[in-house]
């Protein structure tokens, strides 16, 4: 071979590798640390408030510092080591673990504790809840050969879900949510449990997840040690959830379907609609069981038949009432906002102490439950062909008096406490797009003062912290997220269409306009096949034989399926992979190239 053609060989493959690169998915995993910008001075903090004593005083009695309790004669519970608890049940042959923390390094102390306390034996079984991160990243540390892991036959999908399409904003807002940033004398729990930050990564950012050996749906009796264990189906926060109910001990772990706050029936990080109607089912299964005591994933356990069926009861109540307002509300007429300002739990339930808006929030469950059920569009017909938002902004600021007359009004309500005038004021402002030049970065730091003004007096702690984290990246510049890696194992269990599912929303319709091509994807260790075809600026993924019409490949990529994710993830090198022979591109090498360039 001659030195040109070397060259050109080498160029083709470096090529090659920045092309399949393009193509790899980066998967957002919410609830991961970050890094901020260095910035001038932090801002002052939060003067004492109301809202504030009400958070501490929870966290002092809900949350408290990380202790072990023993529930009954074959439980104990992790408690306040991080944002949701491990349980572990007892039985002749060894120990079953009931959910395993956000990280590796929070399980490993909770594993320490727990077995000063507990008794010790082989991990029999390993019983996820639901498929939240914070209830599943620290398995490696309990697994052992043999372990079996249960889970609902859904969890694999909600799981790997998560990190899907929308991953990315999820982990955004997820990191606003838990307060990453804010101190913690300004937010000093979540409401369900410690800020998910106790623990840092390993150095080197390995989680700990592994899929269900085992999954189910309806019941499920298992007989481990000689201790009956039943696993009931319970959707609430999650369409995957279980709860477990241990007869000889009248003890029920009701995992994230009660907990000691309103339940959050939406979540401001985003994310798929909770199955209200279903919670509630799932409420009246825990009550018909009449246990003597509940463990709650997150905040403390309740002992105490009857205090329990009061709570349950009442919890379910709660939920109910909810959403036969916003029934009621929406067959008489009324608009979504409307029905969010008017939507009150009654007095009878609203003063009950479990039932505090400091985690789910009247409001936003309202406005969610709409939603899921009758979409965007409340019945006004102003909403059906409004102004555009930037424009009406803009003349709305005019009609004020103009940028100038806006910002000193601003001003006026930050000096008097009308945090939350200033607020819609400034935001008005930003979206006309009539702030420039110096005035930009002068209304980010009123904006971000007013943010943190209404952040003074609102005691849930999720909208409390996301408003504090979102005032200080109005100031210092959005936050990094640190770099994390999944085990091999869970790598292996991947879906190889979730990494598909997500090159769609990838292609750059700008440089695919007039484009009508093709590139097949063969994973032989699976059998399976994949063609993505370019065509009037959208990526169309189908899998199997591709539809009539889809042009010939110019390309065929055979590749294995786990190379293929582990390269997706950036735990192979691709060009490694590809000197190794582990990647086989047939056709056009240039026309695949370009490609990928689309991406």
């Given at each position: ?178 307060a990453y940033h804010t101190s913690r004398d300004e937010v000093p729990c979540s409401a369900v449990g410690p800020i998910m930050r106790t623990y ?257 007096g609102t005691y849930n702690t999720n909208g409390r912290a996301y408003l504090l984290e979102y005032a200080t990246e109005l100031t210092e510049g ?40 093709s590139v097949l994807f063969i994973f032989p260790d699976i059998n399976t096949r994949f063609n993505v075809t370019v065509r009037n600026g959208i ?61």
């Amino acid at each position: 071979m001659t030195g040109n053609a070397i060259l050109h060989g080498r160029r083709n493959a470096g090529a090659l590798m920045k092309a399949l690169f393009v193509f790899m998915v980066l998967i957002a995993l919410a609830g991961q640390s970050g890094c901020a910008q260095p910035h001038k001075a932090p801002p002052a903090p939060l003067a004492a408030t109301g809202a504030l004593d009400m958070i501490n005083k929870h966290c002092e009695e809900q949350i408290g510092q990380p202790r072990i309790e023993k529930i009954s004669e074959h439980i104990w519970a992790a408690v306040g080591y991080e944002l949701a608890s491990t349980i572990l049940i007892h039985t002749g042959e060894g120990n079953v673990i009931v959910d395993t923390s956000i990280v590796p390094a929070a399980a490993r102390a909770v594993k320490q504790d727990l077995l000063k306390a507990a008794p010790a034996g082989p991990v029999k079984a390993i019983i996820y809840t639901h498929s939240h991160v914070d209830h599943t990243m620290g398995t490696t540390v309990w697994a052992e050969n043999g372990t079996r892991i249960w889970a609902t036959d859904s969890f694999v999908a909600q799981w790997f879900k998560q990190y899907g399409l929308f991953g990315q904003a999820e982990a955004t807002r997820g990191m606003r949510q838990q307060a990453y940033h804010t101190s913690r004398d300004e937010v000093p729990c979540s409401a369900v449990g410690p800020i998910m930050r106790t623990y840092s990564l390993d150095d080197t950012g390995v989680l700990g997840p592994l899929m269900p050996t085992d999954t189910f749906s309806g019941v499920k009796k298992l007989e481990i040690g000689g201790l009956e264990i039943v696993l009931y189906s319970a959707p609430g926060e999650t369409s995957d959830q279980l709860i477990i109910w241990i007869p000889a001990d009248k003890t029920l772990l009701c995992a994230d379907d009660y907990y000691w706050a309103f339940p959050n029936l939406y979540t401001i990080r985003g994310t798929s609609p909770r199955p209200v109607d279903e919670w509630i089912t799932s409420l009246d299964t825990m009550r018909r069981l009449q246990p003597e005591h509940l463990v709650p994933s997150h905040t403390s356990p309740i002992s105490g038949s009857e205090k329990i069926a009061e709570v349950l009861t009442n919890y379910r109540d709660a939920i109910q009432y909810v959403r036969n307002e916003v029934v009621r509300r929406a067959n008489r007429g009324e608009d979504i906002d409307t029905i969010a300002e008017n939507v009150k739990l009654p007095e009878q339930l609203a003063r009950q102490p479990y039932l505090w808006e400091g985690y789910g929030q009247v409001d936003w469950s309202a406005r969610a439950i709409y939603s899921n059920n009758l979409g965007w569009f409340d019945g006004r017909a102003d909403k059906l062909y409004p102004l555009g938002h930037a424009e009406a902004a803009k003349r709305e600021i005019e009609l004020m008096g103009g940028a100038g007359k806006v910002f000193e009004q601003a001003n006026k309500a930050l000096k008097d406490g009308d945090s939350q005038w200033a607020v819609h004021l400034l935001a008005k402002l930003k979206d006309s797009g009539l702030a420039v030049g110096d005035t930009v970065g002068k209304a980010d730091e009123m904006l971000a003062q007013g943010l943190r003004q209404v952040a003074a007096g609102t005691y849930n702690t999720n909208g409390r912290a996301y408003l504090l984290e979102y005032a200080t990246e109005l100031t210092e510049g959005p936050f990094k997220q640190n770099r994390v890696t999944l085990p091999v194992e869970t790598v292996a269990s991947m879906p190889v269409g979730f990494l598909f599912d997500n090159i769609a929303v990838r292609l750059e319709p700008a440089k695919a306009q007039g484009v009508f091509e093709s590139v097949l994807f063969i994973f032989p260790d699976i059998n399976t096949r994949f063609n993505v075809t370019v065509r009037n600026g959208i990526a169309e993924v189908i899998e199997g034989q591709p539809l009539p019409g889809t042009p010939a490949p110019l390309a065929t990529v055979t590749v294995d399926s786990l190379t293929f994710k582990l390269m997706a993830l950036k735990m192979l090198d691709t060009m490694a992979a590809f000197t190794q022979g582990k990647i086989k591109v047939d056709g056009s090498l240039p026309g695949f190239i370009t490609f990928m360039g689309r991406f």
